[in-house]
């Protein structure tokens, strides 16, 4: 089955001479249980799309399917069980004032779930976090926790997608690595459909199966992960980034 | 591993800080950083004793405050009478003693009016934007365009003079600045992640600017009522002055200089205690503020 799919997807910005494109044509899909990349320099429209699926941003034209539905059409309440999102700084994405009890458990009051207590618990264990964190607030946790603790939170409505915006570049590398490994091991358990943005090709290298270069707003070619091994991309662009990543590597 | 080892580390301290009544702590901190600046700690100390005297007025006011002594007018400071007495004989420190309780009433119930039509309406137009924004903004404009005593002297007129009517007047003309800065504070958070986050969770408008945007205002919103009680209070005094307040018997600040002020040039008492009060009270709000700005902001830390 298609978890996302995504026709046309076009943004414009501006009227006239002075209409500026911001996404042009963008067309891909997810299956369920897949992990897909999106790849591409800074401003090429990367986390736009995210935020266009996250319904976020409300003024693209084109067509967004989830599980063959079309978010437009979905009821919010169902869109938010089915569809949660990561975002890429930790520091930004937890309410300053609130306990990490109240940030997990305000999600469960919306819709009203049973068993509050327990649910937020496990879900702190299943992030590799003790339950004693529910009563501390996000300035008294390391840049890695909270954003264990933002995946708890997008987690806790149990989603079937989970759309993750650069949710480890704003963290030391150390931390990356386990944050995405921890990523990976949640999307095993759970069989979550991750829809993944970032611009470091080796994470996408990890963590993806399948990926889509991106350049200016559109998308230059869809690939499998072998390809980024090879170098063997269509597209120049595709392959002269993928070229400039692995010379980045050996460098380090 | 790593992170394994690090969570243990943080797991056990987390034991020792296990916080059930964070939110008192939270506020003896604040007052112990009030008290730990001079000027701040001056302004706590003014108005704990302003709040202290009017509760116990009664037992601490040496003369009834309305009784009048007509062989006994216009004496100035003795042991007897501290602050001298007025043109009818009363006692002036009893009668500022119990001016206290109307002070006080103008402020809490103009702070209990302000602070949540200011935090609703700006909180709402900042989230929501577009032409409710527009439209409540230009009410607040209206609002502020007036220098405050000319307006609550308009609403006074038109509602007729008397306390209760010069508390809704003040009430009429201070909201605005707070409405301002609540929406300011607003625009700053709404689009923070941690708002797309729980709009993404489903919660709706009302739940977001309830629970994630007015804590966030509370702090600022707090400090500038605070501020503005200075204000209160003179624009209190000024009605009592101009005879649109406070009405004779009762022993407001303004009311009792209006009085004084005849007498003024023989028997200055009549003028300078309450006088002095107003000062000393509209100084100590002022200075509280300033403090209380400086222990409630997050981005001075």
């Not at chain 1, 611009?199 to 993806?208: N, Y």
């Not at chain 1, 199966?209 to 230059?220: F, K, W």
């Not at chain 2, 690090?6 to 008290?35: K, W, Y």
């Not at chain 2, 439209?135 to 005593?149: A, E, N, V, Y």
Request: hydrophobic share 45%; with cysteine.
């Amino acid at each position: 089955m298609t978890a996302i799919d995504v026709r046309n997807l076009s943004i414009d910005l501006g009227y006239g001479l002075a209409k500026k494109r911001i996404l042009g044509d963008v067309c891909f899909s997810v299956e369920a249980g897949e992990s897909f990349g999106l790849v591409g320099e800074s401003g090429s429209g990367k986390s736009t799309i995210l935020r266009c699926i996250a319904r976020l941003l409300n003024v693209w034209e084109g067509d967004i399917q989830l599980e063959g539905r079309s978010v437009t059409d979905m009821p919010f309440v169902e869109y938010c069980r089915a569809v949660q999102m990561v975002f890429q700084d930790p520091y930004g994405s937890l309410h300053p004032r609130q306990s990490i009890r109240t940030a997990l458990q305000e999600p469960l009051r919306i819709h009203r779930m049973d068993r509050q207590l327990e649910r937020m618990e496990r879900a702190l264990i299943d992030v590799g976090l003790d339950p004693a964190f529910l009563s501390r607030f996000p300035h008294e946790l390391s840049g890695g926790q909270r954003q264990r603790v933002a995946i708890a939170r997008a987690l806790i409505l149990e989603p079937r997608i989970l759309l993750l915006d650069e949710p480890t570049s704003a963290l030391d590398v150390s931390v990356q690595a386990e944050v995405l490994n921890l990523l990976a091991d949640l999307r095993a358990k759970r069989n979550l459909t991750y829809l993944f943005v970032s611009h470091d090709l080796a994470v996408i290298d990890h963590m993806c199966e399948r990926l889509a270069v991106m350049q200016h707003g559109r998308v230059v070619e869809v690939m499998s992960r072998d390809v980024l091994a090879t170098g063997q991309a269509k597209d120049p662009y595709a392959r002269e980034l993928i070229q400039a990543s692995l010379e980045y590597d050996q460098a380090v | 591993m790593a992170a394994q080892s690090l969570d243990m580390q943080d797991v056990a301290m987390n034991g020792t800080r296990s916080n059930p009544n964070s939110a008192f702590r939270r506020l003896l901190a604040v007052i112990r950083e009030l008290l730990g600046n001079p000027s701040s700690g001056f302004g706590l100390v003014v108005i704990t004793i302003l709040v202290l005297t009017a509760i116990v007025a009664p037992l601490i006011a040496p003369y009834d405050p309305n009784v009048i002594d007509l062989g006994n007018t216009l004496k100035p400071p003795s042991a007897e009478h501290w602050f001298g007495t007025d043109e009818l004989g009363r006692d002036i420190m009893s009668r500022i003693i119990y001016g206290t309780r109307i002070s006080l009433t103008i402020i809490t119930i103009v702070s209990v009016i302000v602070g949540p039509i200011g935090l609703l309406v700006g909180t709402t137009a900042g989230y929501f934007g577009g032409w409710y924004d527009t439209i409540m903004m230009r009410i607040t404009d209206i609002f502020l365009s007036f220098p405050s005593l000319i307006l609550s002297l308009a609403f006074v007129a038109a509602l007729g003079a008397g306390l209760e009517n010069a508390i809704i007047a003040i009430g009429l003309t201070t909201w605005p600045p707070i409405a301002r800065l609540a929406r300011a504070e607003t625009l700053t958070f709404r689009g923070a992640d941690y708002i797309w986050a729980s709009r993404m969770q489903g919660a709706s408008s009302l739940r977001i600017i309830i629970k994630s945007i007015m804590p966030m205002c509370l702090p600022s919103v707090l400090v500038r009522i605070t501020l503005s009680m200075a204000t209160v209070i003179l624009t209190a005094a000024g009605l009592g002055f101009l005879g649109l307040g406070a009405q004779p018997p009762l022993p407001e600040w303004g009311a009792m200089i209006a009085t004084g002020r005849r007498y003024m040039l023989d028997n200055w008492w009549l003028v300078a205690f309450p006088g002095g009060a107003i000062l000393l009270v509209s100084l100590a709000f002022n200075l509280l503020g300033d403090g209380l700005r400086d222990a409630l902001d997050p981005k001075q830390r």
